[in-house]
């Protein structure tokens, strides 16, 4: 799967998928075709039944050093070859997404969770990027910074939206406006990753998080559940979320879904989850379409 793309490299081995962004000698720099083979590979994930989780991880030393400014002052301006490179259409785009927001509803929309594993600096769309994404980890040596502010840009990607629903609006102000960079430390003290390790056991602890939902949870489910948490939470009061869970809490408890989690954990063995994501969703998903 690797040899179909250019700017990342994408694996799929016992139902993880592994996409790591592949531009080590420019600190893996955000370019248009980055981002549609992004979008690409996240599509690709959502309707494979072999795929249980999508890791997103960075080649060398950095995880992505923001959009490529390697054009100089031009890099932003998307009515140049210079500034569409990093932000413009890409001919040949899977399902007709391109980078920016088709990257970032590839992300959000993929029925499979995802993880970020920051072996280095994250800045910028570098950032914002993973904010779709369920579940962030660092390398203790990692670096952020919301830098748009500094480049007298706004922050992109939808991250207006995701991040002060991660960290809280104080929080998300915090970064935004001042624009400097921060450490992994207080990434994990503000919200923004759920732990901190050492670069050397990064990609072993991801895996092993992969691994955990992976075995131990039923795919309908995961995908039901990342999505009811990011599309209800926002709601003003529980009733919209009241009317979802309990009509398909009613959908699931009668699948053999329900039946192989029940029976396993009586029995005390790891569960066989039969249901497919791909054809097996219960009625009224996507309910928010509805």
Not at 81 to 109: H, I, N, P, T, Y
Not at 192 to 211: C, F, G, I, N
């Amino acid at each position: 799967m690797s040899g179909a793309y250019e700017h990342i490299l994408c694996e799929v081995e016992n139902g993880i998928m592994q996409i790591t962004l592949n531009r080590p000698e420019k600190l893996n720099a955000y370019t248009a075709t980055m981002g549609a083979e992004l979008a690409r590979a996240f599509d690709a994930a959502d309707v494979d039944d072999d795929v249980r989780v999508v890791l997103v991880t960075g080649a060398g030393r950095g995880f992505c050093a923001g959009a490529d400014i390697s054009a100089g002052a031009g890099a932003f301006d998307t009515t140049s070859a210079e500034g569409s490179a990093s932000f413009g259409d890409v001919k040949g785009r899977a399902e007709g997404r391109a980078g920016g927001s088709g990257m970032v509803g590839a992300v959000f929309d993929c029925r499979k969770p995802s993880i970020a594993a920051f072996n280095g600096a994250a800045v910028g769309v570098g950032l914002t990027l993973t904010l779709p994404m369920d579940i962030r980890i660092a390398a203790d040596t990692a670096k952020f910074g919301f830098v748009f502010a500094r480049r007298g840009l706004v922050p992109e990607a939808g991250s207006a939206w995701f991040l002060p629903r991660l960290v809280g609006i104080s929080q998300a102000l915090r970064w935004c406006l001042d624009g400097a960079l921060f450490s992994a430390e207080e990434a994990l003290k503000g919200g923004l990753v759920s732990e901190v390790v050492a670069l050397e056991d990064l990609l072993p602890r991801a895996r092993a998080l992969a691994r955990s939902i992976a075995d131990n949870t039923a795919p309908i489910s995961v995908a039901l559940t990342r999505q009811m948490l990011w599309r209800l939470s926002p709601e003003p009061s529980p009733y919209p979320t009241l009317k979802v869970d309990g009509a398909l809490a009613m959908a699931l408890g009668a699948t053999e879904d329900v039946r192989e989690g029940v029976s396993a954990f009586l029995e005390k063995r790891p569960p066989s989850f039969p249901g497919k994501v791909s054809t097996d969703m219960p009625a009224g998903y996507p309910w928010w379409e509805r």
